[in-house]
């Protein structure tokens, strides 16, 4: 998103107008452009990295925590199991699946009962 830009000043607010009609705060902004070109069966891993915080020197710390493959992999599982752990300390049985699907899977229980 810097492209040849910086910080506060990054090179896409120059290249686009933005109408901040569907902006959700007053400063929300963001915009992702790639371009990804695939031989015949070939496959990619592309990660996108979004994240906010108050300083430079935060950004960099962040990115140096996800900086490969198997540190993002490794975060997504860590993730993953920390919240199938709060989410399964409730459990909904019902004479149908779906339903218990979505209150156990999806925290309807653990986010309502809070």
């Not at 492209?3 to 090179?11: F, I, V």
């Not at 990660?47 to 915080?53: I, R, Y």
């Not at 919240?83 to 899977?105: A, S």
Request: aromatic share 8%; hydrophobic share 35%; with cysteine.
């Amino acid at each position: 998103m810097f492209g040849k830009g910086n910080l506060s000043e990054p090179e896409v607010i120059n290249k686009t107008k933005l109408s901040m009609e569907n902006a959700l705060g007053t400063s929300s902004c963001i915009a992702i452009q790639i371009e990804i070109e695939l031989d015949t069966y070939e496959d990619k891993k592309v990660v996108l990295t979004l994240g906010e915080e108050e300083s430079e020197s935060e950004i960099f710390s962040a990115l140096e925590k996800f900086d490969n493959i198997e540190k993002i992999e490794r975060s997504l599982k860590d993730t993953k199991e920390y919240w199938n752990g709060i989410l399964r300390k409730v459990q909904v049985k019902t004479n149908e699946p779906k339903i218990d699907f979505m209150l156990n899977r999806m925290g309807y229980v653990s986010d309502n009962s809070m």
